[in-house]
């Protein structure tokens, strides 16, 4: 399997100022590369209004990756932006750009035909200084780890880990992993290097492989675990972010009354503005650490122990546009609860997880009889059947009502994933999906301007891109 090590860095101050410049050099790349491809986009648009044909309109650039270094690889040379400092940095800084372009131009492109799920994309914009996340990629080159408490990355030669790399270590000198590359990123105020390996693993056997368990998320408490034994247990939310709500409001009142930057009219920051921000970020980045590792321990836990899991498909972007449950759901990490689980049952454990679909009502179902209320407000923390008398947490009822779908997952039942969930009708006839355009907009095939199609790719390793594809 191929998995990351990550590993906070120690740099000096010379290694730092050589972290910032390959990151700035592959945000660099980027742009140019989005400058490269979309100036012949601009000029085909204003050809056209002059009333040029077709056949006499500007050539159409190619956004592979392959085209783009060769390309970027004669340009660099003579263009003033890059001549007096592009061989300062390694080549893989330039690369990274290069190909966070191409994948940029393809989910652009896939979203445009219909070909790609979730949110539409629009074209890639560049990536301004003061905004861009500071990331690097390194595949080639020397990519190791030293010893117990240093590694090396091309250009940047040996940098010291606040941690030790022992685990990753001992498995490169035992020859059961393999280094395929490093990402270096700068977050949370610290310098990371993350490496992603080709490990040779067993999986490992769960405690109790037999068992389901139902995972009911809320705000109240992080998760209502419903097992098919009857047993019911809650994971208290430890609600970080309200912990640090005090000392946050304190440091950022310092924060106001320093003299900060102004970008309309050019003003720096001064020193106690930089001293005292720097002291409310360590703050928030106390936070994010502390949810993190609450997040890992429960799905760890949840892993290890069932080998069945049912967990629902909530629509989390949905719930952050509610003002008053936003900042709850965000402190959660509903998302990134899903996420975890979604990769240790699979990778680790080889346990079997089960997605609810969206719009099961775990909550208004009776988890005795399964009548299903027509309405149940959040406020209501009790579930009370109208039919059979039961009094029970809605919580617990509807932890108890996922860990039953494990028991039909494969005879369809609306579970998400379920091979004959295609033909059954979804729970309480829900036929309607998350909406995807605003109230008042409606999908049209076609945006003014018309249909620009894509040029083919000329280029060795090209990508074929002859399909339509609308640009405006």
Known sequence: MVQAYRFALDPNAVQERALRSHCGAARAAYNWAVAWVTASWWQRRAEETYGIGEEQLTEWRPWSLPSLRKAFNEAKKTDPRFAPWWEENSKEAYSTGLANAAAAFDNYAKSKNGKRRGKRMGAPRFKVKRKARLACRFTTGTIRVEDGRHVALPRLGTIRTHEPTVKLLARLQAGTARILSATVRHERGRWFASFQVEVKRDLERVARPEAAVGVDLGVKSLAALADSTGEIRAVPNPKHYDGALKLLRRASRTVSRRR????????????????????????????ANLR?????????????????????????????????????????????????????????????????????????????????????????????????????????????NLVALAATGTTGTGVAGDRDTSQVSKPRGADRKTRTTRRGHKTTEGRAGGVIPVPRGKEARDRPQAEALMLW
């Open 292 to 400: 993190e590792d609450a997040l890992h321990k429960l799905t760890t836990a949840l892993a290890a122990e069932y080998g069945t899991i049912v967990i629902e498909d909530l629509n989390v972007a949905g719930m952050l546009k509610n003002r008053r449950l936003a900042r709850r759901v965000a402190d959660a990490g509903f998302g990134e609860i899903r996420r975890l689980l979604g990769c240790k049952t699979r990778r680790r454990h080889g346990t079997r997880i089960i997605m609810a679909d969206r719009w099961y009502p775990s909550s208004k179902t009776c988890s005795g009889c399964g009548a299903v209320k027509a309405k149940l407000p959040l406020h209501v923390r009790t579930y009370e059947c109208d039919v059979c008398g039961l009094v029970i947490d809605r919580d617990d009822n509807a932890g108890l």
């Open 260 to 287: 900060g930057p102004d970008r309309r009219t050019g003003r720096k920051p001064s020193r106690r503005w930089e001293k005292a921000n720097a002291a409310r970020n360590k703050i928030h980045h106390r936070v």
